[in-house]
């Protein structure tokens, strides 16, 4: 777990994650930000924004940025459960 973006991404080559649940609303570093520095150390990783936001053009840019999925908060855990699910096949 990190509480920022810089954080996340300090703590990710000793960490090295299967999967990362990223919320666009990060300190210090918006989320897209981290997603992108992300793509660019693991290219395969499987990220999923999650977030409050409902701007379906800020949606469809994390996933042309590489996201696996953008999930909106509040979420059901069993739709969390069925997109980690497919993320990690």
């Known amino acids: 777990m990190a509480l920022s973006g810089p954080d996340a991404l300090a703590r990710f080559p000793e960490f090295r994650p299967d999967i990362v649940l990223l ?3 990060m300190p210090r570093m918006p989320g897209e930000v981290v997603l992108e520095r992300l793509r660019q150390l693991d290219p395969r990783l499987p990220v999923i924004m ?6 379906v053009e800020l949606a469809k840019r994390t996933l042309e940025l590489g996201a696996f999925e953008y999930i909106m908060k509040p979420f059901e855990l069993d739709h969390l459960a069925t997109v980690l699910e497919a993320a990690l096949v």
């Open 23 to 25: 919320d666009l609303a």
């Open 50 to 55: 999650v977030t409050a936001n409902a701007d």
